[in-house]
């Protein structure tokens, strides 16, 4: 027998940071940054000129080195890569590794490594890739890829097309996230284009609006003007930031130029519909361009864009048999394609075995570490030993909501059975119960089903979706059985997952024992985490998250905690522990929870997190005047005037004006107001920063008096 051979994969782009390692070809562990720094989407980033630094993954480099039990010695090559810039020279300043083993692909070849994500990891013996994302590589002349697309079976990956785009020419993942902004949807100071995908069905079909992104029927590109986007905000009025009324804009970023709408107002419904619309159309034109110029009859899809869910489900339409998506398909799983680049194109090994990929890349925790996780807490005494399925069934059949962490982290960001937030999809208004008091996530945002395939088939439609996309929740469905009318979407569809009981045993047992108490095979899944954290990864991560969440009952391993069952003191003494041990930014948690909408919840949260008013002032300007904002907002709603005034005041006095700026915006906020008086109006505009004190003391003009506080915002 030979030695065994050991390639290091290593995503090195600014966010969504990642390793993986393969022992003979095959995947041995992988897992993105953040699921140990516990820090969304893991932004890597430092200093003023944040593209030229970037830190390697290190903990996730630990992680699966010590998951295979290698040392960097012991690796044949590490392949490193990044979107943007090269990556190399950086990566060897950082780890130990003999240069002469350390390579990545030339340049522009960010999307050769989510091609390669794709293409190792599918089910299917050829098939064409398609590549759709933000960014990758930049070249000279500042243009940037933008879609690509190969063909591959069994060998190295045969380049079909490239296309690129620039700061006046907008790819598709840039377009999306464009509106994502504008209707102030963001996760990890970034915009969500999830979210958008969400929002996307609560609104409708604006005929009056032109199209913006242009189909190049000659090659299969899009085209999408940074100029043209420009002229369609500032048509429909959105409210356009002081100082910035008659710029033009030179890039994607320009575009903050606007107010970003709230995303609870019909508008940024509309828009959202209308971005989801156009990508739609954009991606089904390009993978019909595709299927003409190769002769492979399955694709195999990543980058940003292929978690776009709704367009997935229609891709068969445009002529293949089968679809198969990378379950990381952002820039976490280059990590994979990266390892896969190195072993097959450089090393010059087959394609892995074709069968279907497990998403569960992550290593299985130890019992031990299990009780020291409820120890650390000091919950162990009322944590006891179960069979995980049958008592998590029971304890859904019961209408209770079960934290549920078995076996080795799913890859990518799609909860599969793993890392899960569980619940009976029957009960009524479940999803709004999630979304306000365990995940605390705007509440227009859907949720997703598992089951097995006898029964999903039963009560979803999806006969005209790719059968590959089903095991990694890629896809939608129409919902066909009035039992899952609770969790269906506002568009009668939902995500589901086909749960494979091979891969899934524990899991598989649970749907099947919670089917024989209530009759259904299929539950709620959504993923474990809130508050805006990752996934949660460890046994510790799923103690303090289900500590800081809603939820009724944890199940880790074969442990249990049932909530109602610790003493109240205790409880008390342990989610103050969880939320010192959080990484969590208080002020920033409690923004994200006021601007999902809840803002009681946002106060309570800076109540519970110790957070103190002291500590705000030495975060900076912005951090004040949000701090203030969040207390002004909240006076507002509870109508005392005199408290929301003298928050105004001091938003006012750290908003870096002039003294007597200040002084004239405390005079106003005295001035016995009249209605509709356009003067001083005119006034407030131009002393408020960014038009928002104009706003507050407009409303005042209008009502005489504090108007009932509604989570809507009336349209510019």
Sequence with gaps: MGKDRYVLGISMSRHDRAACLLKNGSIVAAIGEERLDRRKRSIGSYGHRPSRIILPPLKAV????????????????????????????????????????????????????????????????????????????????????????????????????NFYGSDADLSLGMFYNAFAMLTSLSEAMAPAAGKLMGLASYGVFHPEWPELITLDEQTGDTHIPLQGLDDFFSQLGLPVRIGYEDARPRNLEDLARYISLDWSTALA?????????????????????????????????????????????????????????????TDDGNAIGLAYYGWIEHLGNPQAAHKPFSPFTGITYA????DGAFASFHLNEYARTVSPAEEGALRLAGGEIVCWMQGGSEWGPRALGARSILANPQLTAITERINSTVKFREPFRPFAVSGLQEDLQQMID???VPASLGMYMLATGSVKDARLYEVRHVDGRVRYQVVQPDLQPEFAALIQKFKAATGLGVVLNTSFNTLGEPLVESPVDAVRQFLLSGADTLIVGERMLVRREIPAAVLASSRHMAFERSYLDPLQTALGLESAGYPEQALKFLEESAFHERDVRWDGVEMVQAYHGLLMRAALREADLQKAQEQARIVFEWSGMPLEAIRAA???????????????????????????????????????????????????
């Design 462 to 464: 999806w006969d005209q």
């Design 666 to 716: 405390r005079a106003i906020s005295e001035y016995p107001f009249q209605p509709k008086d356009a003067k001083l109006g005119y006034l407030m505009r131009y002393i408020a920063s960014q038009g928002g004190g104009w706003k507050f003391l407009s409303d005042m003009l209008e009502e005489q008096s504090l108007p009932a506080v509604s989570t809507e915002r009336s349209e510019p």
């Design 269 to 329: 419904a509309d828009l959202a519909y209308k971005a989801q619309q156009e990508l739609e159309r954009a991606v089904l034109h390009i993978s019909r361009f595709l299927k003409k110029n190769t002769k492979a009859d399955k694709l195999s899809y990543a980058g940003g864009v292929a978690l776009n869910c709704t367009s997935n489900s229609r891709l068969l339409e445009t002529g293949w048999s089968d679809v198969y998506v990378h379950p990381a398909a």
């Design 367 to 370: 019992s031990e570490a299990v």
């Design 62 to 161: 630990s992680y699966v080195l010590r998951a295979g039990g290698v040392r960097l010695d012991d690796l044949e090559l590490i392949v490193c890569g990044r979107s943007m810039t090269s990556c190399r020279e950086m990566l060897l300043q950082y780890l130990p590794l003999p240069a002469e083993r350390v390579i990545e692909p030339p340049v522009p070849g960010h999307h050769l490594a989510h091609a390669y994500s794709a293409y190792a990891t599918a089910p299917f013996d050829r098939s064409a890739v398609l590549v759709i994302d933000e960014q990758g590589h930049h070249l000279p002349d500042g243009r940037f890829e933008k879609s690509s697309w190969y063909e591959g079976e069994g060998s190295a990956l045969r380049p079909i097309a």
